[in-house]
């Protein structure tokens, strides 16, 4: 018998005498989409709060883009808890590598920089860190947030 979330699933497994269906996502590749989705969400509000400083004050643009500043940044302070994992240190140190990547995507797109290779080894190996450090992890850890579902779903099928 196959098992949901909630007990023997509603449908039973196709018998070798049916159609397959088309098969769905697992618990698992739905909670690191959804944890790539956020890591890129915070990185855009970071990166855009720090931007819009920059051009207040150096470009010289004015308070109106300072401002908003404080709105962007607020936002990305809430994007983190959203996480499924519950250890913030690990959430916020993961995040360095996306938002490193995502300084050099945003000042190639907003202001044309142009990254040597300097610039593109440390994206990738700040990015390669943030993909060993969100591995996923051994079920017993303290997991808690709207997406800790999903991670309790991925330990309930293995």
Known sequence: MVTGLFGPAACPAPSPASPARPRQKSPAAVLVACSIALFVIAALF????????????????????????????????????????GNFGRILAAYGGIFVAGSIAWGMVANGYR????DITSAVICSSAWASSCMPRAATERRSGPLALAAWARHQST
């Open 46 to 85: 970071e990166i855009a709060g720090v931007w819009l400083v920059w051009q207040g004050l150096r470009e010289h643009k004015g308070w109106i883009w300072i401002c908003a500043d404080v709105i962007a940044l607020g936002l990305y302070g809430f994007v983190a808890p959203l996480q499924a994992d």
């Open 115 to 118: 990254p040597d290779r300097y």
